[in-house]
């Protein structure tokens, strides 16, 4: 019940890249927030992240948890979004050991794990090199 119930709640930034702009002082919080950590206003509208960026740093895992042991090695980094603000996120479709400071990446919706065979499928962005 517990990760469907949060995974449910997450859909908005999840599936779409959805944020909530500060509508006093234009900050952009993603996840979204209910109170401007600069402000303190309550207002915010919705505003859909751009779907790319770069990677700031990143690291390779060797030895995964269990609902990723298939996938390793893979890399985790932190993509820094056009927007100006970092999220973390899988580097996906390259070697690892290729993966660079700065390198270009889009953002791509895929399957992230599922819940066991007949449990729930979560899904979310990857970071995918963009090739130039």
Request: a positive charge; glycine letters at 8%.
């Amino acid at each position: 019940m517990g990760i469907t119930a949060r995974n449910w709640r997450e859909y908005p930034q999840r599936y779409r890249l959805e944020a909530a702009k500060c509508s006093q002082c234009g900050k952009v919080f993603f996840p979204p927030r209910l109170i401007c950590n600069q402000c303190k206003s309550r207002k915010f509208e919705t505003i859909k992240l751009p779907g790319e960026g770069t990677v700031k740093t990143f690291t390779v895992i060797r030895v995964a948890p269990t609902n990723f042991i298939d996938e390793v090695p893979y890399a985790i980094g932190i993509i820094e979004l056009l927007e100006g603000f970092s999220t973390m996120m899988q580097i996906a479709d390259c070697d690892p050991e290729k993966i660079s400071i700065g390198m270009k990446v889009k953002l791509e919706f895929r399957k992230i794990q599922s819940d066991g065979e007949a449990g729930v499928i979560m899904y979310g962005y990857k970071a995918v090199p963009v090739s130039e």
